[in-house]
């Protein structure tokens, strides 16, 4: 019996890397999807169940993640940038022209969901998608800021440093720790669907003509 | 896959290849006969299982990548890949095994191996969490990448514990009902 286990374990690890292959979502193996990723660092929870009213520990594990963040950004180089520089920068006359820019780096789903008016998507895990549009863009603006869902994603932080491994220079960039749900909370305004789309969240009012008309409370 | 069903399953108190009368009315026989009747059953079931969960996984192959880092089993990026992108596929293999009946006790084998070790890096990451949130062991809720999405942990340690008994079962199991071809050496 054990001989046999041997043999299928042996032929099924050979058949599923040939399906990962074949799949078009599959796994490419000899990419870093973590550029930069620090052993050790990222040991937290993806979804975590407080129960309610556990106010302590919720405020516990925010210190832990920010403190967390911060380390992680001063090891990897990156510039953190807090809300009120991202404010500043989606309110700059520039954005318009584009040589102020932001990049969401969440998936399909989430930046379809809800993303800053006039972003780009950039989903670095399919970055083959977004790179032949953003790459230009990036590369000629003065400020890029890059964001996720808030300080528990570092999906932003990797597609950082992938613009950088491309040829995007470091000082031009940022990374929104508070990310998408800190825009959110901030009231700011959410445009859904396609970039562009002109279509805001439910209960904000219309789509401004271009980001800087847009004020923050 | 009937004659071979009739040759390998004979009728208790048959006599067997070796010349032995099966000795169906011993506890210990008619425990293996009660195995046997219900195994083809518990192999269909477990294969279903696990062609769901690895096609789950399949499809989003970059979400249970990321899923799996979180465990910080595997620090070198490409074994990190090599395990996500194969470990859906490989289960969706095991369970089309399981379902057509090839090498049936080496892959119920395998797949109690790895539930054993699933369960084992559950309750550790789990454990990592409780130590952060000091939450009561069962209130952990989070994302396992079993490909059923957020799941609470005691929750899905006993639904690997009734996979891992299912996958025993089989690995005891010497029915060959239904089997395309039960054991790929005999």
Not at chain 1, 14 to 20: I, Q, S, T, W, Y
Not at chain 1, 165 to 190: D, Q, S
Not at chain 2, 79 to 104: D, K, M, Q, R
Request: with cysteine.
């Amino acid at each position: 019996m054990i001989q046999e286990a041997v043999v299928i374990l042996v032929a099924g690890g050979a058949l599923a890397l040939v399906a990962n292959h074949l799949s078009p979502r599959g796994v490419v193996l000899s990419r870093n999807y973590f550029p930069g990723a620090v052993p050790g660092i990222v040991s937290r929870p993806v979804v975590a169940a407080p129960p309610a009213g556990n106010s302590e520990s919720t405020n516990a594990l925010a210190a832990i993640s920010e403190e967390s963040l911060k380390e992680r950004f001063k090891a990897q180089g990156l510039q953190l940038a807090d809300s009120n520089l991202v404010i500043q920068l989606f309110r700059d006359p520039r954005y318009a022209s584009e040589l102020v820019v932001f990049l969401d780096a969440r998936d399909d789903q989430h930046y379809q969901e809800g993303h800053v008016p006039g972003a780009y998507q950039f989903d670095h895990y399919r970055a083959e998608k977004h790179l032949a549009t953003i790459l230009p863009v990036c590369q000629t603006a003065d400020q890029v800021v890059i964001y996720c869902n808030g300080g528990l994603c570092e999906d932003s932080e990797f597609s950082a440093l992938m613009l950088i491994e491309a040829g995007v220079l470091k000082e031009r960039l940022w990374v929104y720790g508070g990310g998408m749900t800190e825009w959110k909370t901030n009231n700011l305004p959410v445009e859904i669907g396609a970039r562009q789309s002109g279509q805001l969240l439910p209960g904000q009012s219309s789509a401004p003509s271009s980001p800087s008309e847009t004020n923050p409370p | 896959m009937s004659a071979e069903s009739n040759r390998q399953n004979p009728e208790p108190g048959a006599r067997g290849s070796d010349g032995m009368i099966r000795a169906a009315s011993l506890p210990a026989g008619r425990w293996q006969s009660r195995v046997d009747v219900w195994s083809p059953g518990v192999r269909w079931l477990l294969g279903v299982a696990f062609i769901y969960m690895g096609l789950a996984k399949a499809l989003d192959p970059v979400d249970f990548l990321k899923l799996v880092r979180q465990y910080e089993m595997i620090q070198h990026p490409y074994l990190l890949n090599a395990l996500a992108a194969s470990l859906p596929w490989f289960e969706v293999y095991c369970g089309l095994l399981l379902i057509t009946g090839i090498g049936v006790r080496g892959s119920a084998l395998l797949l109690g191996t790895m539930l054993v070790g699933f369960n084992l890096v559950l309750v550790k990451r789990a454990l990592a969490i409780q130590a952060v949130l000091s939450l009561p062991f069962c209130a952990i809720k989070f994302d396992c990448g079993c490909g059923a999405g957020e799941v609470y942990i005691c929750r899905k340690l006993a639904e690997n514990l009734c996979l891992l008994v299912l996958a025993v079962w089989l690995v005891m199991s010497r029915n060959r009902r239904f089997c395309w071809r039960h054991s790929l050496f005999i």
